[in-house]
């Protein structure tokens, strides 16, 4: 599935061709899921074939018992056929009973099976789908499908899929047995069953619509919710909780709208069945009356065919409710299938070369680069980065300065040309040494829940608590990380809210120290701090660019002081290369910016 898909996967207006390619598209994952559990599901069917089998059984033991126990004891004082009856249904009952309870505890190990394995590989699939399906895919809707639309499966693999199956074998037995019974009684059970299947097809064809609906309207909640709630201190600095309530309330209204036209078609086809089957049963009644008053008809099995009558209906209301859920299942499938089917736009190397110890040279041989056909950021793009020199990238936004560091970090693949790191293609260096060689540290210093220590040990997993110190002294962040309640065991709360921005910073560059890179890419690292802050981090900075390839992205001309070399950009173009006192010396656009720097801090 293409990019494009997945964006426009809550679209309900599908072509035929897309409905086939989603169907076989979902049965494929389904079939996966369910391969490594076909043995559990293959007993799993047996024994609720054989519960429902002895289920059947119960109408016809009555009858025989009425037909031919009863006269044994009034004729003959003979209580023995009675009791066997009797025995036999109980028998039946307690064996149907103890099955259920094996399959209920089988299913329960099936479905939590199906789930942990479908919800471990959309929990991985997401990690190694590239930058930009996680830009253009929101957070909500990649939540809701590893949330609602779980759920939904659970909802159908815990409930549904048991009534469906005793549903469908209880109606096939209940014929079976009719039909042996009582073959008019069946034929008119029959006469029925083309109403039924015009009933059941339209409200297949509505109910999958009317569902298919809620499930759009429910992850647009899902994604109004999560952003809301992601951007919180957005919502607080321009005062749009109200605009937010209303735009809320109006996709919660869409919501309720949606489900309401779900329900309302089951208001339709729950009381159409109960019409059907009520009449059915009056007609049984009638003609198996008329029958027992000729004497062409036994009471016991007249009553057997009532009750087989008056059952045969009841699986369907069991059925609808099954399709309710998979209606919801199925949507959620889909959504999830078009997730799992979503391939890196940044794929493995098929024959990946090993770099085990980098230099850190960088090159750009004819590079273009264009998110969009239409929006080329990088046109014919040229440079050479030596190893160990410190690059600082200026210009104007949009340059193309942050597209740059990307496709050095490999987030990215240039539409033309190569990106090389010591003269090996990057799309050809083995992952696990691109991602050693390679490290960016970027304007959000983002921490994730545990302590200081776990935080930093992120650049190297395994790594010593004396390694972890280390790191921290050698880029200034083990004066402050000491005076924590805790040291480096300190918890520092969810997205690092218990530090500073200053000292996040520094344990983002600690982390990158720890990882060792050849290559360092700092995109704005240094932009939302303050004075004080950033000459805490600058101390770190420079420890942390020593011995090392750099490539520094700031606005702030601070920064680019350290910096060996000065690229200023403009349109995807270098338009002025040099040292920093060189550029200062001209008169180009880096001297212009210079010296207005120079002038505000006036």
Request: charged share 20%; with cysteine; proline share 3%.
């Amino acid at each position: 599935m293409t990019l494009a898909g997945v964006e426009g996967e809550d679209r309900q207006d599908y072509t035929r061709e897309e409905s086939r390619a989603i169907r076989a598209r979902s049965s494929r994952l389904l079939g996966s899921l369910l391969r490594p559990l076909r043995g559990r599901v293959v007993v799993a069917m047996l024994i609720v074939a054989t519960s429902t089998a002895l289920q059947t059984a119960g109408p016809a033991l009555i009858a025989f018992g009425i037909d031919a126990g009863l006269p044994a004891i009034l004729n003959h004082q003979d209580a023995m056929p009675l009791a066997v009856v009797v025995l036999l249904y109980l028998g039946a009952a307690i064996v149907g009973a103890v099955l259920m309870w094996h399959y209920t505890m089988l299913s329960a190990r099936i479905s939590q099976a199906f789930l942990f394995d479908l919800r471990g590989r959309i929990y991985r699939h997401a990690q190694l789908l590239s930058l930009e399906f996680h830009e253009s895919y929101t957070s909500g809707r990649i939540i809701a499908r590893q949330t609602n639309d779980l759920d939904s499966i659970r909802e159908l693999l815990d409930s549904g899929i048991q009534g469906l199956i005793r549903g469908a074998l209880y109606m096939v037995f209940i014929a079976a047995t009719l039909l042996f019974l009582d073959p008019i009684s069946a034929l008119v059970i029959a006469c029925s069953v083309p109403v039924l299947l015009v009933l059941t097809r339209w409200f297949q064809v509505t109910s999958q619509r009317a569902f298919r609906a809620t499930r759009v309207h429910s992850a647009r909640l899902i994604v109004k919710f999560v952003e809301t709630m992601t951007g919180i201190r957005a919502v607080k600095a321009f005062r749009a909780e109200q605009r937010n309530a209303g735009e809320f309330g109006a996709t919660n209204e869409s919501y309720r709208d949606a489900n309401a036209k779900a329900i309302g078609v089951f208001g339709i086809f729950d009381p159409s069945l109960v019409v059907i089957g009520n009449i059915v049963v009056a007609v049984v009644l009638l003609v198996g009356g008329l029958r027992v008053a000729d004497g062409g008809l036994a009471v016991g099995v007249l009553l057997a065919a009532l009750m087989y009558t008056r059952r045969f209906f009841d699986p369907m209301e069991e059925m609808a409710q099954f399709y309710n859920s998979y209606q919801s299942a199925s949507a959620a499938l889909e959504k999830i299938s078009g997730v799992l089917e979503e391939s890196p736009s940044v794929p493995d190397p098929v024959r990946p070369v090993d770099l085990w110890t980098a230099k850190g040279a960088l090159d750009f041989d004819d590079v273009r680069f264009a998110y969009h056909e239409d929006r080329v950021i990088l046109p014919d793009f040229e440079l050479h980065i030596p190893a160990g020199q410190t690059v600082a990238l200026v210009g104007s936004t949009g340059a193309g300065k942050s597209t740059l560091a990307k496709l050095v970090a490999r987030f990215y693949d240039p539409t033309d040309g190569v990106v090389r790191l010591d003269g090996v293609d990057l799309r050809d260096v083995h992952p696990k040494d691109l991602r050693r060689a390679i490290v960016m540290v970027t304007q959000e210093a983002y921490l994730f829940s545990g302590t200081v220590a776990d935080n930093i040990a992120l650049g190297k997993p395994g790594a010593t608590l004396d390694e972890i110190r280390a790191a921290a002294h050698a880029v200034g962040a083990d004066t402050f990380i000491e005076a924590l309640p805790q040291g480096y065991d300190t918890d520092v709360n969810k997205r690092g809210g218990r530090v500073s921005a200053g000292q996040r910073q520094l344990l983002s560059f600690a982390r990158a120290f720890l990882a060792d890179p050849a290559v360092l890419i700092l995109d704005e690292a240094t932009a939302s701090l303050d004075i004080p802050s950033e000459r805490l981090v600058q101390e770190g900075l420079t420890t942390l660019l020593a011995d090392r390839t750099a490539i520094v992205i700031a606005h702030r001309l601070s920064t680019v002081a350290i910096a060996d070399r000065v690229l200023v950009m403009e349109h995807g173009r270098i338009v002025e290369d040099g040292t920093p006192a060189e550029l200062i010396g001209g008169d180009g656009r880096f001297a212009t910016l210079h010296k207005a720097w120079r002038d505000s801090l006036v």
